[in-house]
Every structure is written in structure tokens, then in C-alpha cells.
């Protein structure tokens, strides 16, 4: 289970479709209304597909919006955030062969298990020492296999982390640090190196037109009280696909509620939402639509 409320969404967006048809405003609005249900956010690889397939041409989109759950936000409360609102989520891959030896005889190996363990500590540096302090990013490596026994150096060993950063700069940056860095390991350590850094989705930049309708939007829908600015945050979402190509923001439906429990975040195995929060999201869009078209 990914429990991220995309079956939230898709109720939002049918809401939006079932008040857009009976309400029969649809004929005073100047301009077409396309519903996207994407699909794989979990794995940040719907919106790919769908941009691909022509998801934004005929018509061509001028303006998209999104929605996500945020029970860090109470039911009844609207976030959105201006500017980058989520990173850049990039993969890398590191393999590092070395030569097998019994433990007690390292002289006659080379230890990829320690070469590798150096490489993990060594490139928390990057964020540390290379990135100016006031830019985000995150070098976390989740994934290091080796060997099969306690008492024995293996061949090889196999890191898997992920870069997540808001500025493509920085993006740049980090990964021609870590490919520095694996290179330097195969002389300080004799192993030799293959280092991959796979392109992820980009940071997702909300526009300010696209914002600033928000923000009106959400206001008639909850009340500009209930509205906040949110910070950016390091998870990767793949409407960034979205704006890249046309302009356009998502905003945070606030879905927790603490007197019912609802507290658990995003991805946890008890996340749940305040359905309430469906309606509000559903009028953010509609207020939008609105505000727009008319
Ligand atoms: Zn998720
Ligand atoms: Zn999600």
C-alpha cells in the first residue's frame, strides 16, 4: 500500500466533473476544461507517459493545476507554495569491485566493503562543503550489499541512493561531485568503479500566475484564513513534468484531523484522510476553473 490519498484525488476530480456537467456552467465558460487522471505518481512515471501521449495538446493546455493530500494540514485548510515546491529525484548506482579475500588476510584483497563505506560517508560532504548552506539538498544512500559471509572480503559491493535537490544547478552539481568522488576511489583503494547517476523527474516549479489563481481559488473555497503559504519539501512529484512543458501549480489539501485520529503521514500503513477534505479540494478547483474561464 502506498497510502499517499491518490484515491482522494481521483474522487476529487470526479466531484469536479460530476459539478461541472450538472451544474451546466460548462457552456458559460470560455474554454475547454481537460480532467487528467494521472496514474503511477507513487513511482513518478504517469505524468511521463501522459505528457508523451498528448495529454497537453489538442487543445493545447495554457494553464494546469494539481492537487495533493497533506494531513500535516488540518481539514478545512489549503497550502500552497510558490516557486519550487517539490525536488528533483535523481537515482545512482555505484558498484565497486574489489578482490575476494579471507578476513584475516586483507593485504591479499581489496576491500570493496570499505572503499564503499568510505564513499557513503565521505560524499556527505558534498551538502556540507560544496552546496551553498542556503540551498536544499539530500545525498542518501538506502541500499549497500555486500558479501555473504562475516568472515570473508567479498568480490563487489553495490550502493543505490538518491540525489534530491530544488535547483538545477545544484542538481549539476552534486552529480559531477559524486562522480569525482567515485573516481578518487579507485586510487585510494585500488578497486575499480562504475558509478551511475539516473536522470529522475526535475524539482516541481509551481508558476506565479498558476499560484496566485490558486490562492484566490482556495481563498473563495476556504477562506483566505484557511489558506497558507507551504515550504517546499525534498519528495519528488511528477506533475513537475506537467509544468516544465506549460504553466501551472499544485496546492496541498489539508486532510487531518486530530479528534478523529487522522494524524498519521503520507505513506504511513494508518495515514487516513478527513473525507471532508475531498469537497474543499474539489472547490479549489472549481473556484479556479471559475476564476479562469469566465
Ligand atoms: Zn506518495
Ligand atoms: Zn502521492
Known sequence: MHACGHDGHAAMLLGVAKS????????????????????????????????????????EVDMILAAHMLPDLPEGSIGICRGFSHAASDRVCLTVRGKGAHAAKPHQGVDPVVAGAFFVTSVQSIVSRSIDPISSAVVTFGR?????????????????GTVR????KVRKKIRRRLEEQADGLDTMFGVKTKFEFQDGIPACFNHQAASDLLF??????VGSNSVSTVPPVLGGEDFALFTEKVPGAIFRVGCGNQEKGLVHPLH????????????????????A?????E
Open 20 to 59: 461541472l456537467v450538472e451544474s451546466g456552467v460548462t457552456s458559460q465558460l470560455k474554454g475547454n476544461i481537460k480532467l487528467i487522471f494521472q496514474p503511477a505518481e507513487e513511482e513518478l512515471s504517469g505524468a511521463k507517459k501522459m505528457v508523451e501521449a498528448g495529454v497537453l495538446e489538442n487543445p
Open 216 to 221: 484566490e481559488a482556495a481563498g473563495k473555497a
Open 144 to 160: 549497500f550489499q555486500a558479501g555473504s559471509a562475516f568472515n570473508i572480503i567479498p568480490e563487489t559491493a553495490t550502493l543505490e
Open 268 to 287: 504511513s500503513p494508518y495515514f487516513d484522510i478527513d473525507e471532508k477534505s475531498l469537497i474543499e479540494g474539489m472547490n479549489v478547483f472549481l473556484k
Open 165 to 168: 535537490t530544488l535547483d538545477p
Open 289 to 293: 476553473v471559475k476564476l479562469y474561464l
